[in-house]
């Protein structure tokens, strides 16, 4: 088995084998989940793309079946494309999706499953009449894609959009109809920002306004509602979201701080997430956001290992009404059901300068989660809640530096002498006499190896006044890590390619690089069980 070998992840949904990209039409139908997904069946770099599909009873094991669609008519030859999946009145179960054509025109389709009645969603039918939708004259015609679930308003039309751009512009294309064939484009876009270039994968939405984690129907609105706009911004390649306001009369959106308007504010995560899509589970009665994690590791490496990227474990989404200004975003309950032995540590004093094995900690799968007590809090300064979304101090190498209060955290994927580490940890900054929360996650230790992208990431963390604890909650899986910060409200994933601290060679360890002692209140760290994902032909 070579290094390569121990990168592929246990418990995140991946292919068998070669490219995977966006998360496609994600539902919940007659006891199953399905996940559809872009996928490149001949080789691990994208090319010319089909849907792939997985099934699951529990989000978390998957069982893979037959590709759903290939680029097989004229206005899908050249890739089947980004699409939504929109359960009708009658329960028709509807995808719409885009197509790139034999003459690279971006256009919208239509297909329906062969079988409503087959609980596995096998085939699919591609409607006789596609494309039901061709790029307005005002767009380029590669510049027209991956339209939205659609809701129905009380004026009985459905509505979805498409993402486009418009002189430099990010704009969301809004359309309406009442039979999901004839589809008008409205007199107005339904969100524009001016300079963002390109929306790719537009996701629109409805959360509670009372903070309330259960999830609602895309076809929700009203004044208990606020509505979540997403977009993944192709220049950037980072995906941002917009809290506003839904008038289902006039049906216009309007974000609750334009200084926060998409692609100037929040991100779901502040790593590596893209091209991400919500459903609501009437199961679980929940929304639940699916999001693309690309390699950072080079393409031949890609080929060597055979596959390429993995999807981020899906995570319930709700509405801050802490903050009143951001989402939550946190694993699905599911995931618990993999944690196995236990590990902890409680009430230890880090010292400035302090590096602490957690005893017995080797391995590569874990769900971590990890308190300590805030040090500003304590110290009673003031708490500036603001959302920087770029942080330098985040930058190559800090988790070694020193503050008063920080850096402090864990080193995840460490190798016994901590020549390959990868570090998640807090900072305090303090400007004007006011101090900011950073989340850092560091990278630039994280492999020995070259050619490998170890950029770091950061985040200002909203911590309230009465939160006198900081929490982390770090998923390690092989080849990435995924930290949820103050209970979800800040998200960063990272992809590391260790090639010393892989499998039992890997450790986990506490430190606390500031000068101030800091006060870990708890360490729970549970190794997490590896989920066989077989194709479905293979257990029949
Ligand atoms: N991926 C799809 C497009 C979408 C892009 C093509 C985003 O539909 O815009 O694979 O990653």
């Given at each position: 088995?070579?290094?390569?070998?121990?990168?592929?992840?246990?418990?995140?949904?991946?292919?068998?084998?070669?490219?995977?990209?966006?998360?496609?039409?994600?539902?919940?139908?007659?006891?199953?989940?399905?996940?559809?997904?872009?996928?490149?069946?001949?080789?691990?770099?994208?090319?010319?793309?089909?849907?792939?599909?997985?099934?699951?009873?529990?989000?978390?094991?998957?069982?893979?079946?037959?590709?759903?669609?290939?680029?097989?008519?004229?206005?899908?030859?050249?890739?089947?494309?980004?699409?939504?999946?929109?359960?009708?009145?009658?329960?028709?179960?509807?995808?719409?999706?885009?197509?790139?054509?034999?003459?690279?025109?971006?256009?919208?389709?239509?297909?329906?499953?062969?079988?409503?009645?087959?609980?596995?969603?096998?085939?699919?039918?591609?409607?006789?009449?596609?494309?039901?939708?061709?790029?307005?004259?005002?767009?380029?015609?590669?510049?027209?894609?991956?339209?939205?679930?659609?809701?129905?308003?009380?004026d009985g039309l459905w509505?979805?959009?498409?993402?486009?751009?418009?002189?430099?512009?990010?704009?969301?294309?809004?359309?309406?109809?009442?039979?999901?064939?004839?589809?008008?484009?409205?007199?107005?876009?339904?969100?524009?920002?001016?300079?963002?270039?390109?929306?790719?994968?537009?996701?629109?939405?409805?959360?509670?306004?009372?903070?309330?984690?259960?999830?609602?129907?895309?076809?929700?609105?009203?004044?208990?509602?606020?509505?979540?706009?997403?977009?993944?911004?192709?220049?950037?390649?980072?995906?941002?979201?917009?809290?506003?306001?839904?008038?289902?009369?006039?049906?216009?959106?309007?974000?609750?701080?334009?200084s926060v308007d998409l692609?100037?504010?929040?991100?779901?995560?502040?790593?590596?997430?893209?091209?991400?899509?919500?459903?609501?589970?009437?199961?679980?009665?929940?929304?639940?956001?699916?999001?693309?994690?690309?390699?950072?590791?080079?393409?031949?490496?890609?080929?060597?290992?055979?596959?390429?990227?993995?999807?981020?474990?899906?995570?319930?989404?709700?509405?801050?009404?802490?903050?009143?200004?951001?989402?939550?975003?946190?694993?699905?309950?599911?995931?618990?059901?993999?944690?196995?032995?236990?590990?902890?540590?409680?009430?230890?004093?880090?010292?400035?300068?302090?590096?602490?094995?957690?005893?017995?900690?080797?391995?590569?799968?874990?769900?971590?989660?990890?308190?300590?007590?805030?040090?500003?809090?304590?110290?009673?300064?003031?708490?500036?809640?603001?959302?920087?979304?770029?942080?330098?101090?985040?930058?190559?190498?800090?988790?070694?530096?020193?503050?008063?209060?920080?850096?402090?955290?864990?080193?995840?994927?460490?190798?016994?002498?901590?020549?390959?580490?990868?570090?998640?940890?807090?900072?305090?900054?303090?400007?004007?006499?006011?101090?900011?929360?950073?989340?850092?996650?560091d990278q630039s230790r994280?492999?020995?190896?070259?050619?490998?992208?170890?950029?770091?990431?950061?985040?200002?963390?909203?911590?309230?006044?009465?939160?006198?604890?900081?929490?982390?909650?770090?998923?390690?899986?092989?080849?990435?890590?995924?930290?949820?910060?103050?209970?979800?409200?800040?998200?960063?994933?990272?992809?590391?390619?260790?090639?010393?601290?892989?499998?039992?060679?890997?450790?986990?360890?506490?430190?606390?690089?500031?000068?101030?002692?800091?006060?870990?209140?708890?360490?729970?760290?549970?190794?997490?069980?590896?989920?066989?994902?077989?194709?479905?032909?293979?257990?029949?």
């Amino acid at each position: 088995m070579s290094a390569l070998d121990s990168l592929r992840t246990a418990f995140h949904f991946q292919p068998e084998s070669n490219w995977m990209n966006d998360p496609n039409a994600p539902l919940y139908h007659n006891g199953l989940y399905h996940l559809f997904f872009q996928y490149n069946p001949n080789n691990a770099f994208w090319g010319l793309i089909s849907w792939g599909h997985a099934i699951s009873s529990d989000l978390v094991h998957w069982l893979y079946v037959e590709l759903a669609m290939q680029p097989d008519q004229w206005y899908d030859s050249q890739g089947v494309w980004t699409g939504s999946a929109t359960f009708l009145e009658d329960g028709t179960l509807a995808v719409l999706y885009t197509g790139f054509t034999n003459e690279s025109v971006q256009v919208q389709n239509l297909a329906f499953p062969a079988d409503p009645y087959d609980p596995l969603l096998r085939k699919w039918n591609k409607y006789v009449g596609n494309p039901v939708l061709l790029p307005p004259t005002e767009v380029q015609p590669t510049d027209f894609r991956d339209p939205t679930t659609a809701w129905l308003g009380a004026d009985g039309l459905w509505r979805m959009c498409i993402g486009s751009k418009l002189e430099g512009n990010g704009i969301a294309i809004l359309y309406s109809t009442s039979d999901f064939i004839n589809w008008k484009i409205d007199n107005h876009y339904l969100h524009e920002v001016e300079g963002t270039g390109m929306w790719e994968c537009l996701d629109f939405y409805p959360v509670l306004k009372n903070g309330s984690p259960i999830g609602i129907s895309t076809s929700r609105y009203g004044a208990h509602v606020k509505h979540v706009l997403k977009a993944s911004m192709d220049d950037s390649k980072l995906d941002f979201y917009v809290i506003g306001t839904y008038d289902h009369q006039s049906h216009t959106f309007t974000p609750d701080d334009r200084s926060v308007d998409l692609g100037r504010g929040h991100r779901y995560d502040y790593g590596k997430f893209y091209a991400s899509k919500s459903f609501y589970d009437d199961k679980g009665e929940r929304r639940i956001l699916w999001g693309w994690i690309n390699e950072s590791d080079s393409m031949q490496n890609d080929i060597r290992k055979g596959w390429a990227s993995v999807q981020a474990l899906p995570r319930q989404v709700w509405f801050d009404a802490d903050t009143e200004s951001n989402l939550i975003q946190w694993p699905v309950e599911e995931v618990l059901d993999l944690r196995r032995s236990k590990y902890s540590l409680e009430n230890m004093v880090l010292q400035g300068g302090t590096v602490v094995e957690v005893t017995g900690s080797s391995g590569s799968q874990w769900d971590i989660e990890v308190t300590f007590e805030n040090p500003i809090s304590i110290g009673n300064a003031e708490h500036n809640i603001s959302d920087i979304n770029q942080l330098s101090f985040c930058g190559e190498g800090n988790a070694s530096g020193k503050g008063l209060y920080g850096p402090f955290g864990l080193l995840v994927l460490a190798s016994e002498g901590l020549e390959e580490q990868t570090a998640i940890y807090f900072f305090f900054t303090k400007s004007n006499g006011t101090w900011t929360t950073l989340v850092c996650s560091d990278q630039s230790r994280s492999s020995l190896a070259i050619n490998v992208d170890k950029t770091s990431y950061g985040s200002v963390v909203p911590v309230l006044k009465k939160e006198k604890l900081l929490s982390l909650r770090v998923i390690v899986d092989h080849s990435i890590v995924e930290t949820f910060v103050q209970g979800g409200r800040v998200c960063i994933t990272s992809r590391v390619y260790p090639t010393l601290a892989l499998d039992n060679a890997a450790r986990l360890f506490v430190f606390n690089n500031g000068t101030m002692p800091i006060a870990l209140k708890s360490l729970d760290a549970w190794k997490v069980s590896k989920v066989d994902m077989h194709a479905y032909a293979t257990v029949q």
